[in-house]
């Protein structure tokens, strides 16, 4: 599929869809814990790069989290600045995982993408804050990024074997 061809368009604009309505109906879930979510939009990030590579995932995750922030009102405010940190180190980590480092499963890269964007957040947050005092909460973020990351590539990795979504996004081997 060309870049920039209207298929190419469509279908990059249904997966960003799937990820701002995953990712808005995710922070109207109560977690519990301050900060922590379950990272369900990582997973159309995810099965992105996979079919698609890192232009495309990173288009989606940047255009999701600028959107989402407009639509859930933190455009351009702490909670913005904490969301882009964490998605673009999180995407970082995730594609060098993934695309250099072969040893790493779908569930691998999800771990270490759900730690990174803990990391990346818990650092803004001393920046912002001026303090290494809130850096004591990342025990905690680490442990739930652990049980979400491994939830959330287990799914992964369930649907980019799944043969009618192979077809759907045309992947080509």
Avoid: C, D
């Avoid at 060309?2 to 922070?27: D, F, P, Q, Y």
């Avoid at 109207?28 to 369900?40: H, N, Q, S, T, V």
């Avoid at 913005?80 to 040893?103: D, E, N, P, Q």
């Avoid at 779908?106 to 809130?134: C, E």
């Amino acid at each position: 599929m060309k870049r920039g061809s209207i298929k190419w368009i469509t279908v990059h604009a249904m997966l960003l869809s799937l990820a701002l309505a995953l990712s808005i109906v995710e922070s109207f879930i109560p977690f519990g814990i301050p900060g922590a979510k379950l990272g369900l939009a990582n997973l159309v990030i995810l099965i992105v790069m996979h079919f698609y590579g890192f232009f495309s995932a990173l288009l989606i995750n940047v255009l999701r989290v600028l959107i989402a922030s407009l639509a859930t009102g933190t455009f351009l405010g702490m909670g913005f600045v904490m969301s882009l940190s964490g998605a673009m180190a999180s995407f970082l980590l995730m594609y060098v995982a993934h695309r250099w480092i072969k040893i790493f499963t779908p569930v691998g890269v999800s771990i270490l993408g759900a730690y990174s964007h803990s990391l990346a957040q818990i650092l803004v947050a001393v920046i912002y804050y001026g303090t290494w005092g809130v850096f004591y909460y990342f025990p905690l973020m680490a442990l739930i990024s652990l049980a979400t990351g491994t939830i959330n590539g287990f799914a992964v990795e369930l649907l980019i074997n799944n043969r009618s979504l192979q077809r759907t996004m045309e992947l080509k081997r």
